[in-house]
């Protein structure tokens, strides 16, 4: 097959980990006689850098024109303590959701056996976890409406959805939860918010629709809790922008790392695959950054855009044998002499394929 795939390595330790998932993406396309066509594009600080946009018209004519987009990292320090500041990395991340209309972000949390005590939390609570979190990407107080009032002493941001946008997501979540364990879990703040209730009141119009699923409700502060006390206990959990990026990230250390976690984003027009965790400036260029997320995601994508999921499988299966035999970097090996540099785990797994 042949496939055309947009590389966007971003900031910080993105462009080091994407490096790594190419290796193992070229490795499967030749296992499996596919034709990749790479086409990088700028995205985030070093885009801002090189033209001053952090999502520039040409990267978006690239991500349009192909079958998926790779992604890797996006934010740089030197932005994080300005308030100041009118053009940021994110808002390259922001404005290519919107064009790209990716309105579903989809954010698993499962775990690996041989790494189950690298968690923060005990063993009992959390084997046997394997969830699916689907965030709302393109709405709420994301894309509200914002600003400064009192010459300035008051500022606001307004989380705003329509019934449509909270359907669309929630038809995924059906449909994902039919596919898996039929549990569904709606998270909101119906207690207090006018938008969460128009969600509550949307998906419980859906349920009909979808009988066999088990649908429940919960507010979001019980959720952040239950989620570090029973996570075994979720399948499929859906819910607007804000709340899923919380929730994601709490539940993405459940694994063990969260240099272990994938994510797809996927809706109207190209599906993005990227890690959960961030450019983790600190280690930038360092070598040291865990490549597995990246290397995940590129097997959700053979698994979702590219509907090749023996491809997938392959790739799955080899990361979980670097992971039984310790090919891994600091963040699982601890700091000792037992770490693989970044590089040399992708220059393991291309080998095994
Ligand atoms: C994420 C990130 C982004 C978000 C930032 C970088 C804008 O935290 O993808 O979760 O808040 O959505
Ligand atoms: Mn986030």
Avoid at 236 to 256: H, K, W
Avoid at 286 to 313: G, H, Q, R, W, Y
Wanted: aromatic content about 8%.
């Amino acid at each position: 097959m042949k496939l055309n795939i947009a590389l966007l390595a971003g900031d910080g330790i993105g462009p080091e980990v994407i490096d790594q998932a190419v290796k193992v993406v070229n490795a499967v396309a030749k296992k499996f006689n596919h034709d990749i066509n790479w086409t990088a594009a700028l995205t985030g600080a070093a885009a801002i850098d090189a033209v001053g946009e952090p999502y520039p018209d040409e990267t978006h004519e690239i991500c349009m024109a192909a079958d998926a987009v790779l992604f890797g990292a996006i934010g740089h320090p030197r932005f994080d303590n300005d308030p100041k500041a009118t053009v940021r990395p994110e808002q390259g991340l922001l404005k290519m959701r919107k064009k790209l209309g990716l309105f579903a972000n989809v954010r698993p949390t499962f775990t690996f056996p041989s790494l189950i005590d690298n968690s923060p939390l005990k063993r009992e609570r959390i084997e046997g976890t394997d969830l699916v979190i689907l965030r709302e990407l393109t709405g709420g107080i994301y894309f509200g409406e914002r600003g400064r009032k009192d010459n300035g002493d008051t500022a606001f941001d307004t989380c705003t959805y329509t019934r449509e946008e909270i359907k669309r997501l929630a038809k995924l979540g059906f449909e994902m939860a039919m596919s898996r364990r039929k549990k569904l879990c709606c998270v909101d703040k119906a207690n207090v918010l006018e938008s969460s209730r128009l969600w509550r009141e949307t998906v419980q119009d859906m349920e009909k629709d979808f009988p066999e699923v088990e649908v429940s409700y919960e507010f979001v502060d019980a959720v952040a809790m239950r989620l570090v006390q029973w996570p075994s206990s979720y399948d499929v959990m859906i819910t607007e922008n804000l709340f899923g990026d919380i929730l994601t990230d709490e539940a993405s250390v459940i694994s063990g790392s969260m240099g272990l976690m994938p994510s797809s984003s996927i809706g109207v027009h190209t599906s993005l695959f990227e890690p959960i965790h961030g450019s983790y400036p600190q280690a930038a260029g360092k070598d040291i950054a865990n490549p597995l997320a990246t290397v995940l995601s590129a097997a959700m994508m053979f698994e979702d855009a590219f509907n090749l999921k023996e491809e997938a499988a392959v790739i799955r299966s080899v990361v979980n044998k670097s992971l039984s035999e310790g090919v891994v970097t600091e963040d699982l090996a601890g700091k000792n002499n037992n770490a693989y540099k970044t590089s040399e785990v992708g220059d393991w797994l291309a080998a095994n394929i």
